[in-house]
């Protein structure tokens, strides 16, 4: 058993959840969703548990099929026009106010908040986790203890940024997050999604 490649997979893990795209949106949307927290961590937890998956079939294409046909960068790319998208959805509820209820009380569907939250982070793999996915090929009992340490510490850590943000908001109740919640969450989604295009994870 390698420590150095479970101490390494554990670090990646936790530090790539730290980043603000892979936790915030779900704070930012469930509220502007009006979700109860179960029900954010929930949709939080079935987030991350994609987003391992999606770093462990990765790791194993890279293995079997090479780089030629697997392209980490253009799927976190993609995530990132995702979240401005949905970003520019929520904008646009408060700027057109739709339909005919006030603009704090309109929401997008459910079913779409849902899956384009899990489609944003199933397509920005932990990144800095594949390499070690990729030495350890050939060793399937390996592979399988890394991913389970990338799902344990993935999971675990955004369900606690999450928990912990959205408990704090609800405790503090802004006012003026009430009055202007869907221009936040926009704002708040859109910069995530132009910070993942911008940087490097």
């Known amino acids: 058993m390698n420590i150095v490649a479970l101490v390494s997979t554990f670090t990646a893990a936790l530090l790539h959840t730290l980043i603000p795209s892979h936790w915030l949106c779900f704070v930012a ?16 937890g079935a987030a991350g548990t994609l987003h391992v998956v999606s770093t462990v079939i990765i790791g194993i294409l890279l ?9 980490v960068e253009t799927l976190e790319k993609i995530a990132g026009f995702v979240l401005i998208g949905m970003g520019a959805v929520y ?3 408060q700027i057109f106010r739709v339909g005919h209820h006030h603009a704090s009380d ?11 939250l899990l489609l944003s ?18 060793d399937w009992t390996m592979i399988l203890v890394l991913a389970l340490v990338l799902l344990v510490t993935t ?21 003026f997050f009430e009055r202007h919640e869907k ?3 926009g704002i708040v989604l859109v ?7 911008l940087f490097d994870h």
């Open 155 to 175: 999971v675990g850590n955004m369900l606690l940024l999450v928990g912990l943000t959205s408990l704090g908001i609800e405790k503090l109740k802004f006012a």
């Open 91 to 93: 904008l646009a509820l």
């Open 121 to 138: 982070v199933t397509l920005s793999p932990c990144s800095a986790a594949i390499p070690f996915l990729v030495a350890s090929a050939g």
């Open 183 to 185: 221009w936040i969450v």
């Open 29 to 44: 949307v469930g509220k502007a969703q009006k979700w109860s927290l179960p029900r954010t961590l929930l949709i939080t």
């Open 191 to 197: 910069t995530l999604g132009t910070a993942i295009l």
């Open 63 to 71: 293995v079997v099929v090479g780089t030629r046909f697997t392209n």
């Open 106 to 116: 309109a929401v997008i569907p459910q079913k779409v908040a849902i899956l384009t």
